[in-house]
């Protein structure tokens, strides 16, 4: 199984983002200090992205906000499954419905 190394920090990125506009190629910058070149290739998409250059994907921030919504909405889905299941078992106790495999 292949090594993994921590993540490379927002300085960093921001850094090959900065040499790569400011001439440098991206196979330049991949040779010289070690990220693969789809890697800051994807760094300098989304720094276009968060800069308004490109408008063909999210930016950092719908990013973030898409999943913040999509981990409240897993949450959400829990509950309701939570809240339908006692809701029914008290209706079973209360007698509000007839039991399961009853043939009343």
């Known amino acids: 199984m292949g ?13 090959m983002v900065e ?3 400011s ?9 010289e200090f ?9 760094w300098v998409k989304q720094a276009d992205l968060d800069e308004g250059i490109r408008t063909d994907g999210l930016t950092t921030a719908e990013r973030e906000e898409l999943r ?6 897993r949450q959400l ?6 809240l339908k299941k006692a809701a029914a078992w008290f209706a079973r106790e209360t007698g509000a419905i007839p ?3 009853s043939h009343s």
């Not at 001439?23 to 040779?31: C, K, M, N, V, Y």
């Not at 913040?68 to 909405?73: A, R, S, T």
């Open 19 to 21: 040499l790569h506009r």
């Open 23 to 31: 001439g440098r190629t991206i196979s330049e910058l991949s040779r």
């Open 77 to 82: 889905k829990l509950e309701r499954d939570i």
């Open 68 to 73: 913040q919504l999509k981990h409240e909405n």
């Open 34 to 42: 070690e990220p693969a070149a789809i890697t800051i290739s994807k």
């Open 99 to 101: 039991e399961r495999g």
């Open 3 to 15: 090594q993994t190394r921590p993540p490379y920090t927002s300085e960093f990125r921001s850094q």
